[in-house]
Structures are given as C-alpha cells and as structure tokens.
C-alpha cells in the first residue's frame, strides 16, 4: 500500500521560511512524477511545485517562483518544499502528490497518490 506523509507545517510570519516534507513508502512505488499542491480556506485546491524523480526537471506555479524549491531524495523516497519569503497568501494546508507520469502535472486528478496534507499558517 502506497502512503504519502507530509510533515514541517507549522506557523511563520510573513517573511521567514519553512521547509515541507514527504516521505514515501510502498513496495511497488515508483512515481514519475511528485508534487505539492494547496488549499487555501474558501478555496480550491492549487498546483504549487512538481519535480520529475528520475531526471530532476522542475515545474511552478507562477505565484511562488523564485521564492519555493522543489527537491528530492531518491534515495529516501522523499520530496522537500522549501519556502522561503513567505507571504500571508500562502496560508494553506499542504499536499503532497504522487503521478506515474509527466503530463498535465498541474492538474490535481493527474495524481494516483495523496498525503494526508500538512498545514502552513503565515501571520502579517
């Protein structure tokens, strides 16, 4: 059985940094494709990141480029967000998702595979 956990949520003020992770487990788990996405209270759930495993390639949502980074551990089965620069608007709670390909990654119903989610509260 395939499991996501997300862990590294937590409350910041608008400006510092967290860093999110993912830890994969499951005998037969072998994504392609891994990537965060968000949701915000009263909205729907949003692409933040994703990052292909076997060739490192990267994709964002134009809303946190050039302050998150996507990045994992192969060797661990885990995925990393780090977010630096953090702003009020990123308050959401955190997913990590898990594809076995690279299309259409900034869509939510492209994944297999979801994590309980992690919260990210960012005070002004």
């Known amino acids: 059985q395939v499991q996501l956990v997300e862990s590294g949520g937590g409350l910041v003020q608008a400006g510092g940094s967290l860093r999110l992770t993912c830890a994969a487990s499951?005998?037969?788990?072998?994504?392609?494709?891994m990537a965060w996405f968000r949701r915000a209270p009263g909205k729907e759930r949003e692409f933040v990141a994703a990052i292909a495993t076997s060739t490192g390639s990267t994709s964002y949502a134009d809303s946190v480029k050039g302050r998150f980074t996507i990045f994992r551990d192969n060797a661990k089965n885990t995925v990393y967000l780090q977010m630096n620069s953090l702003l009020p608007d990123d308050t959401a709670v955190y997913y990590c998702?898990?594809?076995?390909?690279?299309?259409?990654?900034?869509?939510?119903?492209?994944?297999?595979?979801w994590g309980q989610g992690t919260p990210v509260t960012v005070s002004s």
């Open positions: 998702a898990g594809s076995t390909t690279w299309r259409f990654i900034s869509r939510a119903n492209e994944y297999n595979y």
């Open positions: 499951g005998r037969t788990f072998s994504p392609y494709t």
